[in-house]
C-alpha cells in the first residue's frame, strides 16, 4: 500500500512508542469473548458533534443559548456551532464507522432540529431529512442505528416557557417529539432510548448548576437562582412520567409493527466503601441507590427506592397509583449503562463531612483516595479514575436488581487533555487501548457470571464538544483537528478494529514497530 511518507513517518513513531509502553494485543481478547449477536459500537450525541446550529431552520437548544450566554462557564469558552461539523460531513463519518468494522452507531436525535419550537411549532422537514439521510447511510453499511431520543439538549422555546423540565407541561411535548421520531424514523431504527442520563444531568442542571439552566443553591455552588434540596426531584419527576408515557406510546402502537425495543440509559458510577465500617458499605449502597435506583426503582417497582423518600422526605414528589401503574406497565425492554470511572463513598450520617459534591443530597462523601493511594489511575478529567473491575460490579448490581433485564452498555471510554500539538503524543493513546481492554475484559466476565449484556459502545468515535469542558479534553477513537476538520485514527481506532475484525492489522502494527526499533 503507498503512504505518504509524512502519514508513514508518523505511524512508525507511533508504533515505536506502542512498543515501548505495550499496550496489550488485540489478538487476546476478541469478540470469541462475547456472546453470538453481541453488537459492538460507537457513541455520540447531536450537540456535541452536529455543529450546524443555525442550519435548515434548526431552533435554537439550550446548550444552544447557554454556550453563548455563559461562555465563561465553558472551560476553552466553546459551543457546539460546528463542533464535528458531522451535519455535513456524517457520511464520511458513517464511512469511519464502517473502516472500523462496528455492528451499531448511537446517536441522538437533536429535538429542536425536528421541532425547532417544541409542539406549538411544525415539524422541520429539513430535520427530518436529514435523520433519514444518516439513518439509510448507516443501513448501507449493515449499521443498526440505535437512536437516542434526548442528550441534554431540549429546544430553547420550552426553557422559556414553562422552565424545561420543572415543568409538567415538558411531559407532553416529549410525548410529541418521539412519537414523531417513532413515526419517522421507527421502520428502520430497532433500538431506541428515551433518556441519556437524566440522573447526571438532573445533577448537572440543578445541584451542581454548572449545566443550563444554570440553577442551584449553597452549599453546592452560588447561582442566582435554583434549589439543589428540591429541583433536581422535580425535574427526574417529570422526566420519568415522560418517559413512561413515550414508552407506552411506542409499546401501544408501535412495537409490533416495527419490531423494534426500547429502554433509558443512566450514568452509572461504582461506589466503592472507603473502609469496611458497616456505615461506609451503607453509604456506598446508599449512594448507588441515589444514582441508579433513583430512575430504574420507579421504572421496575413503581416508586422511588426507600432511602430516598426517607432522606429527602417531602422534596421527593409522590407518584399517584394511576402513575405508579403507569410506570410498572410499561417497563423498559433493556437498560443501558454509561460506565467510565469508580469513586470511594464515605458515611456523612454519622461522621461529619462536606456535602458538596452531588451524592450529598444522599449523605455520603466521595473521595478518590484511600490512605494516600489513589483508586486507579487518572484521566483529563479530575473525578474519573482507571478502575477497569468496576464495570464488571457495576453490571452484576443491575443484573441482580433489575433481574432478567437485557444491558446494553451504552458508554465507556478514556479521556486525554488535548494541551499537546505533536500529532504522535495525540494519536498514541497507549492510555486509552489499556483502558477499553481493560475494561472489555471485565466485562466480558461480568456476561461469565451471568450478566444478560448484549452490546458496547465505545465513547466516542471522533473528539467532539465535551459540554463545559469544551475541547479541552478528547474522548475519540479519532483526533479531530478542529481547524481543518480533519478525522485522523488513534492508536485505539486501530486497535478497536483489530479486535472487532480480528487481528488483521495488529499483525502489521507489530511489523511496522519492528521497524522503527531497527
Ligand atoms: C455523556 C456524554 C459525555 C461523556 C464523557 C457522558 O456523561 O453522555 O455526553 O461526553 O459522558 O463525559
Known amino acids: 500500500m503507498a503512504v505518504a511518507p509524512a502519514t508513514c513517518a508518523a505511524v512508525a513513531v507511533v508504533a515505536a512508542l506502542a512498543v515501548l509502553a505495550a499496550p496489550p494485543g488485540a489478538c487476546g481478547l476478541g469478540r470469541d469473548d462475547f456472546p453470538p449477536g453481541f453488537l459492538f459500537g460507537a457513541a455520540t450525541s447531536a450537540y456535541q458533534i452536529e455543529g450546524a446550529y443555525l442550519d435548515d431552520n434548526k431552533g435554537l437548544n439550550n446548550w444552544d443559548v447557554f454556550t453563548h450566554t455563559h461562555a465563561g462557564k465553558i472551560s476553552d469558552g466553546g459551543n457546539g456551532d460546528i463542533a464535528d461539523d458531522h451535519y455535513h460531513r456524517y457520511t464520511e463519518d458513517v464511512d469511519i464507522l464502517h473502516n472500523l468494522g462496528v455492528d451499531s452507531y448511537r446517536f441522538s436525535i437533536s429535538w429542536a432540529r425536528v421541532l425547532p419550537s417544541g409542539r406549538l411549532g411544525g415539524v422541520n422537514s429539513a430535520g427530518i431529512a436529514f435523520y433519514n ?130 429502554g433509558i440509559v443512566i450514568a452509572m458510577k461504582w461506589y466503592e466503601p472507603l473502609t469496611n465500617t458497616t456505615e461506609d458499605v451503607r453509604a456506598a449502597r446508599r449512594a448507588q441507590s441515589f444514582e441508579v435506583d433513583w430512575f430504574l426503582d420507579p421504572i421496575f417497582f413503581g416508586d422511588y427506592p426507600r432511602d430516598m423518600r426517607e432522606i429527602i422526605s417531602s422534596n421527593l414528589p409522590k407518584f399517584t397509583p394511576q402513575e405508579k401503574k403507569l410506570l410498572q406497565m410499561n417497563k423498559v425492554d433493556f437498560i443501558g449503562i454509561n460506565h467510565y470511572t469508580s469513586i470511594y463513598a464515605k458515611d456523612c450520617i454519622y461522621s461529619p463531612c462536606k456535602l458538596d459534591t452531588y451524592e450529598g443530597n444522599a449523605l455520603v462523601y466521595t473521595t478518590a483516595r484511600r490512605n494516600g493511594k489513589q483508586i486507579g489511575g487518572s484521566t483529563a478529567f479530575d473525578t474519573y479514575f482507571v478502575v477497569p473491575k468496576g464495570i464488571e460490579s457495576a453490571v452484576m448490581y443491575v443484573h441482580d436488581r433489575y433481574k432478567n433485564t437485557a444491558i446494553y452498555i451504552t458508554e465507556n471510554g478514556y479521556s486525554q487533555h488535548s494541551d499537546t500539538n505533536i500529532k504522535e503524543l495525540i494519536i498514541n493513546d497507549v492510555e486509552r487501548v489499556n483502558y477499553l481492554h481493560d475494561y472489555l475484559s471485565y466485562l466480558s466476565s461480568a456476561i461469565r457470571k451471568g450478566a444478560d449484556v448484549r452490546g458496547y459502545f465505545v465513547w466516542s468515535i471522533v473528539d467532539n464538544f465535551e459540554w463545559t469542558f469544551g475541547y479541552t479534553v478528547k474522548f475519540g477513537l479519532y483526533h479531530v483537528d478542529f481547524d481543518t476538520q480533519e478525522r485522523i485514527p488513534r492508536m485505539s481506532a486501530t486497535w478497536y478494529k483489530d479486535f472487532l475484525t480480528g487481528c488483521r492489522q495488529a499483525d502489521g502494527l507489530q511489523v511496522q514497530s519492528r521497524r522503527a526499533d531497527s
Do not use: M
Request: glycine share 8%.
Open 133 to 262: 439521510r444518516l439513518i439509510d447511510a448507516l443501513l448501507q453499511k449493515g449499521i443498526q442505528p440505535f437512536v437516542t431520543l434526548n442528550h441534554f439538549d431540549i429546544p430553547h422555546e420550552l426553557e422559556t416557557r414553562f422552565g424545561g423540565w420543572l415543568g409538567a407541561a415538558i411531559q407532553e411535548e416529549f410525548v410529541y417529539y418521539s412519537d414523531i421520531c417513532f413515526r419517522a424514523f421507527g421502520d428502520r431504527v430497532r433500538f431506541w432510548t428515551t433518556f441519556n442520563e437524566p440522573n447526571l444531568f438532573t445533577r448537572f442542571q440543578f445541584v451542581l448548576g454548572v449545566y443550563p439552566p444554570n440553577h442551584c443553591s449553597p452549599p453546592f455552588g452560588n447561582c442566582s437562582s435554583g434549589d439543589s434540596g428540591r429541583e433536581p426531584y422535580i425535574a427526574s419527576h417529570n422526566i420519568l412520567l415522560s418517559h413512561a408515557a413515550a414508552v407506552h406510546n411506542y409499546k401501544a402502537n408501535y412495537q409490533a409493527k416495527q419490531g423494534g425495543s426500547i
